[in-house]
C-alpha cells in the first residue's frame, strides 16, 4: 500500500518567517494530496490540496508544491502568525486503493510571538 | 447544518467490554472512514466503506468492526476491548475522490 512520510516532526520558527514541511510518498499512482490542520483537542480540517496534474497552488499564505518525479510534496507557509500553531498532517490518495488518505505522521509547528 | 457527528465524546471503558462508536453524516458522502490517532502519531485508517453495504480493511483493523447498512451511518464495534486500544477515534467522511474529507468532533476512549 501508500507509505508516506513527514518531516519535520517538530518546527519552531518565529512570528513573520517562513514554515516549510516536506512530504514523502511511495506509490507513484497516488494522484491527490491534502494537507490538514489539526488546532489542540479539535478535529484535523483541510487546508490546502493539490492534485497529480498540478505543481503548485496557493491560497494567501500557503502554498503547496508537488514534484511527481521525486514522489514529494510540500507545504509552505509565509508570514507565520501565532494562530498558525498547530499540527499539520499531509496524506496520500489513490484511485486504486478506494481512494482512501494515507496520512503522513504529522508536524507540529509552534509559532514564537 | 451538523456534518459529521461522532458519539460519545468521550468514555472509559472496562479492559473486555464491548462498545460501538457511533459515526452519523447528514451529507450523503458514499465513503466513510474510522481513523485512530495515538499521542505521537499521526491518524491510521481502521476500516473504511466506499458505499452502503460495503466495507473494507485498512492499516490497523485486528480488534475492531464496522457495518455500513445505509449511507449516513458508519458505526465502529470493539468487541472485546485491550488497553491499547485507547486512543482518539475519528470518523470522516468523503463525498468524490480526490474531494475534502471532513472529520468527526473525535471520540476519545480509555481502556482500563
Known amino acids: 500500500g501508500e507509505n508516506v512520510e513527514q518531516h519535520p516532526s517538530t518546527l519552531s520558527v518565529q512570528e513573520g518567517d517562513s514554515a516549510v514541511i516536506k512530504c514523502t510518498y511511495s506509490d507513484s499512482a497516488s494522484n491527490y494530496f491534502p494537507w490538514y490542520k489539526q488546532e489542540l483537542g479539535k478535529r484535523p480540517q483541510l487546508i490546502i490540496d493539490?492534485?497529480?496534474?498540478?505543481g503548485e497552488k496557493k491560497d494567501q499564505r500557503i502554498a503547496v508544491t508537488l514534484n511527481k518525479t521525486a514522489k514529494h510534496f510540500s507545504l509552505h507557509i509565509t508570514e507565520t502568525q501565532p494562530e498558525d500553531s498547530a499540527v499539520y498532517f499531509c496524506?496520500?490518495?489513490?484511485?486504486?486503493?478506494?481512494?482512501?488518505?494515507?496520512f503522513g505522521g504529522g508536524t507540529r509547528l509552534m509559532v514564537k510571538p | 447544518t451538523a456534518g459529521i457527528t461522532q458519539a460519545p465524546t468521550s468514555q472509559i471503558l472496562a479492559a473486555g467490554r464491548s462498545m460501538t462508536l457511533r459515526c452519523t453524516q447528514d451529507m450523503r458522502h458514499n465513503a466513510m472512514y474510522w481513523y485512530r490517532q495515538d499521542l505521537g502519531l499521526g491518524l491510521r485508517l481502521i476500516h473504511y466503506s466506499n458505499t452502503a453495504g460495503t466495507t473494507g480493511k485498512g492499516e490497523v483493523p485486528d480488534g475492531y468492526s464496522v457495518s455500513r447498512a445505509n449511507t449516513d451511518d458508519f458505526p465502529l464495534t470493539l468487541a472485546s476491548a485491550v488497553p491499547s486500544q485507547t486512543s482518539v477515534y475519528f470518523c470522516?467522511?468523503?463525498?468524490?475522490?480526490?474531494?475534502?474529507?471532513?472529520f468527526g468532533q473525535g471520540t476519545r476512549l480509555t481502556v482500563v
Open positions: 470522516a467522511s468523503k463525498g468524490q475522490p480526490n474531494t475534502e474529507a471532513f
Open positions: 496524506a496520500a490518495s489513490l484511485s486504486r486503493a478506494g481512494n482512501m488518505l494515507t
Open positions: 493539490i492534485r497529480s496534474n498540478v
